[in-house]
C-alpha cells in the first residue's frame, strides 16, 4: 500500500473517529499537527451538525474543512461552500409519513440551527450531544427556515422502526441509516460522496491522493472515491464489504493506527 501520495485525508465522526464515548483522542491532534507539516489537508465528514462537529474539533476548527449534515452543507471557519436544501411540500411528506410512527422523533436541520418538538425529555437529553444549536416548536410544518436534512431517530434501532416506513422515498429523496438510531432523509445531491466530490474538483485531488474512513451507510458514496478507502472494525456489514481496507475499531484507535502509517 503506497500512501506516498495523499494529499487529502477524509474522516467521519461517530464510530469513527470519535470513540464509543463520542470523544477524540489526543492523539489524532497530534498526528493533526505532523499531518499539517506534510501539507495535508484535513476533511471532516459527519451527518452531524455544523456546530457539534467543531465543538469537538474546537483546537482545530479554523484550519479544517467540514461536511456537516451528510453532505448538504460544506463549511470552513464561517464561509459557507454549499448548501444543498429540501423542497418545503417534500419536508411536509416527510414529516406527514413518520408522524404517526411510535417512538420516532424527527430532526429539522437547517444551517445555524435545528428544529424539534418539545415531547420527549428523554429524546431532548440524548440530542445534546449531536446538536450543540436547537430550538423547540410547536409544529414542525411551521418552520420556514431551508431544511438541509431530516433526521429521524428511534430510541431501539432506526433500521428496523424507521427505514421500512420511508423506504418508498428513495427515488425523490435520499434516505439513509446512518446509524443504529437514525434515518437521514436529505435531497437526493445532499450525500457526503457529493460533497466530497465538489471538494476534490476544487483542490484538484484525485481518488490515489485521497484517504476515506467510516463506519456507516451514510458514508458508502465517499468510501467510493477514493482509492484508500477504509471500513472500521465496527462498521455496517455494507461498509466493509464496499471500503477496500480495513482498519481497528474506533475505540482501539483504527483512523490514528492508519494516520500513523501514513506518516
Not at 241 to 258: L, P, W, Y
Amino acid at each position: 500500500m503506497d500512501l506516498s501520495q495523499i494529499k487529502m485525508v477524509v474522516t467521519d465522526m461517530d464510530g469513527t473517529l470519535l470513540n464509543s464515548k463520542h470523544e477524540v483522542s489526543s492523539r489524532f491532534f497530534e498526528i493533526y499537527e505532523e499531518l499539517k507539516k506534510k501539507n495535508i489537508a484535513f476533511v471532516a465528514a459527519s451527518g452531524r451538525q455544523y456546530h457539534s462537529m467543531v465543538d469537538k474539533l474546537d483546537s482545530i476548527k479554523n484550519e479544517i474543512l467540514v461536511i456537516a449534515e451528510n453532505g448538504a452543507l460544506i463549511r470552513k471557519q464561517e464561509k459557507t461552500l454549499l448548501t444543498t436544501t429540501i423542497n418545503q411540500s417534500e419536508v411536509h411528506r416527510i414529516l406527514d409519513t413518520v408522524r404517526p410512527l411510535e417512538n420516532v422523533h424527527p430532526v429539522l436541520c437547517s444551517q445555524n440551527t435545528a428544529y424539534v418538538g418539545g415531547d420527549s425529555n428523554e429524546f431532548l437529553d440524548m440530542l445534546r450531544e449531536y446538536y450543540s444549536e436547537f430550538q423547540i416548536v410547536e409544529d414542525q410544518k411551521q418552520v420556514v427556515d431551508d431544511v438541509l436534512k431530516i433526521a429521524i431517530y428511534h430510541f431501539e434501532n432506526s433500521e428496523e422502526h424507521i427505514y421500512p416506513h420511508v423506504k418508498h422515498l428513495e427515488g425523490d429523496l435520499k434516505v439513509k441509516v446512518s446509524g443504529t438510531n437514525w434515518v437521514d432523509i436529505s435531497d437526493l445531491n445532499a450525500h457526503k460522496g457529493y460533497a466530497l466530490k465538489k471538494v476534490m474538483d476544487e483542490f484538484q485531488i484525485a481518488s490515489n491522493e485521497i484517504m476515506v474512513f467510516g463506519d456507516y451507510n451514510n458514508d458508502l458514496e465517499m468510501l467510493e472515491l477514493s482509492d484508500f478507502s477504509f471500513a472500521m472494525a465496527n462498521a455496517h456489514p455494507n461498509v466493509l464489504k464496499m471500503a477496500k481496507f480495513r482498519t481497528d475499531s474506533n475505540d482501539n484507535f483504527g483512523v490514528e493506527r492508519i494516520l500513523e502509517k501514513l506518516l
